[in-house]
């Protein structure tokens, strides 16, 4: 790499590309710098994860501890529990959520007048663009005791449920939100590799006499499996890691058991009992297990097909 460096010809192809394309570059620029002042300049705080952190000695003058919070966080009471929390939400959303925005896709590109089909698409993407907190006041609202819920279930003679009070149902009622809030918006991906589809192989289906259903299985589907592939893969390196905002609306000591994730126990030791050190260490086990995963995820994929993410 060194020598590559120091290739003459190799920079001055790079100058080269870059008088020559410099309005890509400078686009680039903003991008370049999120990424650089938000992702790769944290990483230098990492170390806290290592040490007995204090505003007042900062970063290189607190105590080296090691592996302390670490072990702490292995040994917790909480442990299991977050773990468990946080993979079956995200297991679940995999299950019923990754799915849903594949068969949505589908079912759109089976509308053949152009007007339905936008209105379908146009109510589907909507609840994507309605923010995390209206969405919990909606949902508090409409599944209290006395909310639209509750009296329709009265007006069948049931008792009314206290929804978000109960841990059974948390899981319920935080994955079909995602799902209803997300699968218009994610079908999006799925209807354009829909379009990239050279329309001559539905032809050559026709003519075998493939109907609608025989199309889809044999033409449609395997046109998109790459980009389902690569979204899957993305998927996996999110499996630790649930978004705390929703979680934080919407739960309560009396759902811990089942609400409580990773993110939230992290926001409670880190904002409010400010325990730095230890929250900087979860996160950082969290962020390598997802990156584990990833890499798994796309190993796997590599070797039984010809798709992978690098």
């Known amino acids: 790499m060194s020598k590559n460096v120091g ?9 080269t590309d870059m008088k020559r394309h410099w309005g890509v570059y400078l686009m680039a620029l903003p ?7 938000f992702h790769y300049g944290p990483m230098y705080g990492l170390q806290i994860a290592f040490k007995d952190f204090q505003p007042s000695d900062g970063i290189w003058g607190s105590t080296w501890v090691g592996f302390k919070h670490f072990e702490s966080f292995f040994n917790g009471i909480y442990f299991w529990r977050l773990i468990t929390n946080t993979v079956l939400l995200n297991l679940y959303e995999l299950l019923f959520g990754f799915p849903a925005a594949i068969i949505l896709a589908l079912l759109l590109n089976e509308i053949r007048k152009s007007s339905f089909k936008r209105i379908v698409q146009s109510i589907s993407y909507l609840p994507h663009f309605i923010s995390i907190v209206v969405v919990a006041g909606m949902m508090v609202d409409v599944l209290s005791r006395t909310g639209l819920v509750n009296q329709l279930l009265g007006s069948f003679g049931i008792q009314p449920i206290d929804f978000l009070m109960e841990e059974g149902w948390f899981r319920f009622l935080y994955v079909s939100s995602g799902v209803w ?3 218009g918006w994610g079908s999006i991906i799925y209807l354009a590799a829909i379009s990239g589809i ?3 192989l539905y032809e050559a289906a026709r003519i075998d006499g493939a109907g609608r259903w025989r199309q889809t299985l044999n033409v449609t589907l395997p046109g998109i499996m790459p980009t389902i592939i690569i979204l899957l893969i993305l998927q996996m390196g999110n499996m630790m890691s649930v978004g705390s905002e929703k979680v934080l609306l919407l739960y309560n000591p009396l759902t811990y058991s089942t609400a409580d994730v990773i993110s939230t ?6 904002v409010l009992e400010a ?4 929250t900087a260490a979860v996160g950082l086990f969290n962020s390598i297990i997802s990156f584990i995963l990833i890499v798994a995820a796309n190993k796997i994929s590599k ?5 992978k993410l690098w």
């Open 181 to 183: 809030q997300g699968v």
């Open 275 to 278: 325990s730095y050190s230890f």
């Open 303 to 307: 070797r039984f097909s010809e798709t």
């Open 198 to 200: 050279d329309p001559t």
């Open 7 to 15: 290739n003459p010809a190799l920079l001055h192809t790079i100058k």
């Open 265 to 270: 126990y992290v926001y409670r030791k880190g």
């Open 31 to 37: 991008v370049l710098a999120y990424y650089i002042i």
